[in-house]
């Protein structure tokens, strides 16, 4: 990597929480045009993360807290790795080690409600991980490799060859988004049958700091979605932003749907989809050789 | 903090909790949220837990039972926060003010920022009460040293 | 099996009323429930008998805040039965119109509740949209959004003119046609059917023993309405009670679903056919003996008991729910269902727990 | 220091000390003279096969033959042992021991006397390869430590069983008896060497799953038995076909002999079912599941670094002789299968052994999946996973043991927030779970590695077996963090802190392998560059990672572990070094509103105001992942696989 | 006043089985206070008809649970023990008293000798 580009990676990770914050600004601005409503200004999420961080903390045990700052440091350390191109496999692993220490956050403080949520938490990763795990195994039968940087050394779009990948990343992404139908462990509107779930014993600054980790999160979701159209990127953001609105209407026009559901589709279409499309790119032979 | 307090003064996120009333105030603070008078122009969302509130909003006098459940749901509440009683009953007990199991308003209970008159209150008459219950938050200072 | 027990309630994002089920599940499998009420009790029936008794009807709408009109209403038939008292026929009429204008708002906000519990939050936005309109109208005849205070005993307290009938007859059209976008959707919608078809089973025997009213007990296949009974202007009123059979919660959404076509309906035939004449008697007297009332209220059957002794004030008030019926039917519902189906059935038997507590 | 001792004292002290060892024990039964004597020799094996590891990284792999009088002593006691088993199925009355025992009775003899012509000769008879010493390494060290450790074990189990007489002579005879075994197993070059030790370590864990003589653990040592003796009769079987296609009984030999016809691969599927067998894979698992009535040194021993190892070690060292065939594939896709439905009834688990149980058998599939898709990346992934599955597995069993004997359960749900009441083992178990889970550690670099060397297309079937590690991942994931979740769960404002009765023994013997783990992870690259490269190559496969300095680079990916260790430790160490609560900040829990204060722990008020605790159980989703449920299917599932496993030899 | 069938309360049980098979269900009951006695109105719904059943009891005297016979009599004979102290025994789902009543609510509230 040239001076070049480690400074064009460290400004986009730098941007990535300013970015996720204003994404999820218009997610709540769009949602409610669609509800029928004027809806907050799009620098909301701003607001509240500095309300939120000016706020006391309440605690209900230590470790909680613990968690909080180590689902954020870590997700950082995922998405710093995804601007430095690095292995994507590894970039997922750390994700889920990011994602359990939510798990574990919730855990550590005996609640009912944070215990639903964690269970459920650990439900929908049981649904995301395996699809994330199989669309980089999906990238890498075209590109040759796990690395980032092979994408852009690919030269061509990924998309015409894993258009089923991509469709089985939406869900994953409906997931990560925490949006209807998939919001079932912690949606970001409350609500809901479990409280807040995984965030229900969190309060003032680590609520906040979960709110930035939601923002990275979305970030390197969307970051990864935009892999599949890397060359031109400005094709692949266009993409992500349109896949950022259309998971949006879904939310809207879906009700949250349950677990077992979630699990079916997620294993059934997303792993069934991405296994179809390794098997037409095996069988049109534009794989990988060794 | 130039920034905290401005964001407090965009963002107030409110916890309901419906005392013994009558649902007419609980309807209508509901109606706030909704396309007509869509108070999330303002930031305000209806958070439904205390841990994560600003501004606790309480409809209907307070009883012998649910008296501890609006002490606990303040006590659970974070540095500064704000309450806010709805309607007549939440204010004084209205009424229901000669009801034997009727402890009378919630100030018996929990100190009261803002009191919003009305039977039922009206939706509008609810926003106002938020900006005033803002303003008052502002007063206030989270008790964190420094 | 390892369990988790865990208060639902009182204070509860799904729950707009305080209600506490103490719920224990198994891998979020409902197997026990207990209700824990009384966060709501007031006392209004002891209240009643320390108000002179036409004050009472202001007591009574606050029954209910959702309903209260027919609260309101049926505490003054009530009275007016005891002492034999007759209104005249718009006063009857007009009872009919607010009494439908609060079914349909009273429905379209559980609609809109009903799809915030299973997260469906753009419905919820639509329903409430809708409703904004039927409150229109009733701040427009009562000069109340949600408390009419519009029945006095021996009538009703303000008329709808001509003008008034005609802006509501443009509101209501306008009303209508947001409806009927929105009815489909719960009807139709995939989701909203893999939310609610199947849940919280009340079988139609069991549905009458255990004691259900309303929308809860229509939706399980009875007929039973209280409006055929043909009081006030019912009987002149052209209408037929919505049945659903099934039993689960998504026949009980339709039920109210549909209710609320029918009250538009009667809304039109009320306007169409309001007689003209007085709106309210004078009353003079006390009240003295016993009367029942049952009338219908958005949530099912309303019973009125009362006794006077020939003075200002009365002897017994006893006031009887729906939703009060309704609880134990369902608590048979929840035992076996998952944890994400707890809201929407506890929702769909309609709870108002303030009535219930009173 | 490793020229000071020859080569035949090394193999000597390696696989003849620990027989004499454990019959001294045997012999003098006293446990004031016993646990001096078990330290003294189990030092001795570990600095034996340090200096064995030595002495082949400096001089290579080392053949080695013995006189022919140890072959004909080898053959006795072969005949003693399937005699002795025989004697037990009668015994017994089980039909399945007799039958398999009788088998192998005939076949063997067959086999020796009128197949082998008298002047056959295996030469060498032992070969001691890289691969070879690792296994050797994990088997004395590990297998050492968790001896060790049964010291103090064995002794609070008989004062909790309230014996009056001591059985830990026995214990101990077999526990050190097995270490030999296995280190000759390994060793081993000579198919009937091999089976001699093989039978041997099925006698072994025969003995130490019944060690407690009630009716749960003579019945599955039986069970253990005769599933093992089904392995040991495909051996024998296959020692005849594989002479008769190939006039040869010596494992490198098989490597040499190029083109593989059926008549070849036969004999060499029939070896990957018996180590199948061993390594406890669906459809034979439930023996591994029953050997946790025993002690559970026993169940770390037989899990992590013993009896299970030797049958991937089987597979894995055959891997060569199929490299490229149907079976091959056959052997990816089974491995890969285990793999993942082993890790999905896992999760409906609560019994802390048997989660344990069915992630060995899960990580096993893994290795065995390796060893199928054999290629370069594949097989050092492959040896890689035995090594790191072997210290953290044993740390957990160790752990859970250690657990079980303080609070009398082996329940998950009985550990609910054990962080507070006995912080240091649950925090070596966390440890050894979250080595067992996470980046960088080294059981996650296996599975990096699996992942890249299944998603090359190896074959037709490579979508399914990615697809299936990938679930297998993601259920891992999920029974782990579970777990590690009911033991972080606290109350803050309610700590009965108990103060842990220390037994330094265990504790020291746990804390060096979580440390172990740790190091061995965070030293990832040296030891692919020292042991895991080379080991490779001997066994024929090219170079799998390039290291830059402390990068591991794959051909299609990058590892690196330390950037990752210092990012994860800070991420974790820091906010729990720098948090600072005041007791003015504590709140009790979100409970809607309902809290009574009153309470122990978080309570709520119910009917009537009366208190009512919380109760805040795992789930385990019975319904879906449910053992009961899914048992049978998996089972059959597994023959199925097995049966085309055979099918494809001829294809 | 009301049409009703006064009863014993010997007789009650009988009465409400016997209504109970003619598929009436328990509407409501409501309690009068008449200083010395107590008059329980048992209040059934048989279609869209009203039967009631009429029975005296005296101060302190017990009363029979008919919730046993129907369920959803078990919230109303809660509710009037809460309200009027009369013993009830053998409740389907006992509140133990503190249905509709918290500990420290006045206790019997809706006796007219006790003026709140």
Redesign the interface.
Known sequence: MSSGELGLAMAAFMLAPVVGGLLTGIDRKLSARMQGRIGPPILQPFYDFFKLWGKDTLVTTRENLIWAWGYLLLTMVAVFMFFFQQDLLIIFFVLAFAGACLIFGAFSVRAPYSHLGAHREILQMLAYEPILLLAAVAVFLKTGTFMITGVFEFGEPLLPYLPLTFVAILIALGIKMRKSPFDISACEHAHQEIVRGVYTEYSGRHLALITLTHWFEIVLILGFITLFWAQPLWIGLLIALGVFVLELIIDNISARLKWSWMLGVSWVVGIGFIIANMVLIYCAGGFIRV | MGLINKSRVKSPWIVHYCCGGCNGCDIELLACLTPLYDVERFGILNIGNPKHADILVVTGPVNHRNARVLRTLYDQMPNPKAVMAVGTCASSGGVFHNCYNVLGGIDKVVPVDVYIPGCAVRPEAIIDGVVLALDKLNLKKSTKVG | MARVTFPFGPQHPVLPEAIQFQLTCEDEKVVEVLPVIGYMHRGIEKAAEKNPFPDNVFLCERVCGICSFIHGATYCQVIEKMMDIQIPPRAEYLRVLWSELSRMHSHLLWLGLLADSFGFESLFMQCWRAREKVLDVLEITSGQRVIQSAAVIGGVRRDVNEELSSSIGAILSEFKREWDAILPVFEKDYTIRIRTVGKGILPQDKAWKLGAVGPTLRGSGWDVDMRTTGYGAYSDLDFAPVVKSGGDSYARMICRAREVGTSYELVRQVLGKLPSGEIAVKVNGFPNGEAVVCTEQPRGELFYYAKGNGTAYLERLKIRTPTFQNIVPLLTMLPGCELADVPVIVMSIDPCIACAER | MGLIMGVETLIAVLVIMPFAAALLTLVVKDARIIKPLVIASISVLMVASVLLLIRVLESGPIAFSPGNLWDILILVLDFVLLAYFLYIGFTSRHPLILTLAGAQAVMLPVLKFYILPSTAKVDPVLYIDLLSVIMALVISIIGGLIIIYALDYMRDHEAHLKLDKTRQHIFFFFMIAFLGAMNGLVFANSLLWLFFFWEVTTLCSFHLIRHDLNAEAIRNALRALWMNLLGGAALVLGMILLWQASETLAIQQLMGLGTVGAALLLPIALFCFTGFTKAAQVPFQSWLLGAMVAPTPVSALLHSSTMVKAGVYLVLRLAPAYEGTQLSVAIAIFGAFVFMVTSVVAISQNNAKRVLAYSTVSNLGLIICCAGINSDLAIAAAIALIVFHAVSKAVLFLVVGSIEQRIESRDIEDMEGLVAKLPLLSGMAILGMVTMLFVPFGVLFGKWASIQAAAVPFSAWFPLVVGLLAIGSATTMVYWTKWIGRMISVVSFNRDAKVEPKSFLSYTTILLMVAGAVVLSVFVAPLVNILITPAESTMGYAKAFETAGWHLRSDWGLFTPWPLFIAITLALLLPALLIRVRGDQYREPYLCGANDPSGVGPTFHSIADQGVAVRTGGAYWEALFGERGLTNWINGAALLLLVVLFVGVFV | ??SSEILSIAELPERVEQL?QE?A????A?C??LGDQFEV?Y?FNK??E?I?LRVRIDRGEELPSISHL???A??IENEMRE?FGINITDIA?D????????????KA??LKSLK?
Do not use: E, V, W
């Open positions: 006043m009301l109970l598929d269900r328990i509407a409501m409501t009068l206070d109105i209040h279609g869209l009203l009631n129907t369920l959803n078990a919230l309200f789902i509140f133990k008293g503190g249905m509709l009543l918290a500990g420290n609510s006045p509230p809706m709140i």
